[in-house]
């Protein structure tokens, strides 16, 4: 008999089934037993009247692994309406010890380092399980939504010669005898690869030796990456950007109901427009509004970010804020100055919920321009020849993005600790499991 | 006016329209100049009438950016039936130096390693970005034919704190001071996953640091990684694999029909069912019908994998093979023996065109055999405790794949050197650009 999971329930009513998955709990009453078998998408509840069968299965740890075959009876009284009778089951593999925490409850007990230290267990309860299928669905809305855009995947090199987002916070690794380094973006490629492609998009690690010990920093983290070419300026990359923040939500609408309902998740609107601030303009009103004067200040508090979150959605109805212009002093030095007030950029920042969630802006595109960035930052061209070579033989005006995707699940699902919405997370303390 | 590719062309003759790009080459003859601009999918021819105009553009390097505008015209001697006629000309962005090698030629007249150093560059020339467009739809053919299979898209971390594949050819990390590792596979976080989702893949870069010189090898590669959980054996895993490729050819048929017929590239056909041969019989094999007698070696040398292509394409038609059964010794830790021929293992490697392109197979489940495999390989479990939480809370039959995306598209394209499908290889001289 083919096996189904327990979501396709429903259509096997008043039919032998066979559903395959773990013991996630076996309740023992007196006259009758209720097993709750967890697979790969849901839970179906086993009802055993045989009391033999209940004793061998009493003698398991939660966690074993079986194959039931019975009966689909439509229940009212059951988790989800249906229930499996008259099961004969096997045991696949037998855990081998209790688990530190139970699966069944709507929420592990536990604090989140215990549950980070556990994860190979953790990740398997309902609702962790939830928040990385919605990473899978945003990684799939974020392609696909590309894709239709004319955009061409690509994978760079990790392991680099030189550091791409300034001198410090760089992983160093002996690459057979010679020092190498852990990309801290795949900035310098993607940049590359518009000369090639015009349009090109990267999903992938990247490092960051930045010992930051905060909810919200990680120091490996998933980039969702995206390079373009011929754009205006930083607006046509903020145009591009709106329009795949829609696309990864459309997704979810699409692909992740289950997941979105049990996390009790509200997906956010992508206005028509999303409001957009200039850095300078953003200062003025923190300072109008709030009493507190951060001009001169070259970035945004974050106490001002979540402020500027708060405006928006109270002026505009939008959980969406760009804040244009930053500092040219503040952004790495591929980036295009304001031609009109050369000391801001052509830059952004995207706010979601109060929260810095993108980066992004127009690049340098003139060889003449990087020597010179680069030597205003004391800085030797030398480390960067292979990079500098896509601008000395001609490069269009261009620019991109990069959307940190736990954080991005962070905000969808309002998780405290940016760890919660990590498979694995890496940070100071951090290096397993 | 609205920017078109190259490639619409066709749809516009008659009208006016605007192209942007590379300066390919400019022919200029005694009464008319021809420029061919190069933009992200395809060239074009434009005709120039206007002295002035044509000795403005000799002033301008090869490959510097431009923007056209003109009238689409049918022209039957032009390359691809079409020119554009009455051009005016903005130059974007000039190239700062004569490019190196040209663009124009059919191929590139360079070796490898001069082609290689000017990768940014040397990426640009349409053949070899045709290679790289391969690399693209292959992974979306990958990733949607897995999806189709409820498989979930994972990410798992690239710093880890032990070994995966085995003690030696590791990158060492200096992880805060402590010391780290780059991940040699996501095997041990896929198997993790299985726990969680079941089936799961993943796209991501993996490394190797074995100080190999080959053609066949890189120290850091992108792996298409699949892992899945209730199998009978190694032969469900084996079907999995077969369906993958069939997905992944059906994209490259569907989505990369020009970059096909540019490189001349004939795609094979997955057979109904791929011929399949134990490891003991292609021994036998071998020795029966070459003379080569490497019965109790415990792996195929690279010559008897390509005479083993070459039997199963005269035999069976088939350009694909798998290998079964590969001797224990040789497979990592977590192989799972063959239960009937414990020295053998349920595992494979298929052959593509005489190369060994996927190695997979069926991994331990059990808690108990993880110990065992790891004291009688004389290593400790400690290293590997977050990897055996998996199976201690109970794990089912499982197993899965990894296929080399650069080896693949090499084998697609019969480049005879793996870096020639490697946006931006790094081996043993290479870590730029």
Redesign the interface.
Known sequence: ME?I?TTQLRAHVGKRVRL?G??QRLRQLSHVSFLILR???GTAQIVIEDQELAEQLGRL?A???LVVEGLAVAEPQAPGGIEVRQPTIEV??????P?PFDLFRPRIKAQLPTILD????A??HPRH?AI??L??VS??GF?STL?AL?F??????????SATEGGANV??????G?P?Y?AQSPQF?KQ??V?????VFE???V?R?E?HDTPRHL??Y?SLDVEL??IKDHTTVMDVLAQVLRGMLAALHEDAGDALALLGVKLPEVPEKIPALHFAEAQELIFKQTGEDARGEPDLAPQHERWLGEWALREYGSEFLFVTGYPMVKRPFYTHPDPERPKYSNSFDLLFRGLELVTGGQRL????DYLAALASRGLSPEPF???L?????????HGGFAIG?ERWVARLIEAPNIRETT??P?D?QR???
Chains 1, 2 share one sequence.
């Open positions: 096996r999971w395959a773990w013991l697979d790969g998408k740890h966690e074993s692994v696949l593999s037998p855990a081998s010890a688990p556990h994860a190979p267990l990740l398997r399980r990385f299928y990473s899978a990684m799939q392609r894709r004319e061409v995947e690509i994978q760079t090199p990790k392991l680099v010669a992983f160093a690794v002996d690459y057979f010679r190498a852990l490629y590359i690869m000369g090639v492609f015009e349009r999903v992938g690690p490092f030796a010992p120091n490996e998933v070419g011929f595109h003139r060889y003449e020849e292979g990079y070579e896509a601008f000395k033989y001609g490069m269009p005006p995707l498979l694995f890496r100071l290096l397993t499991p």
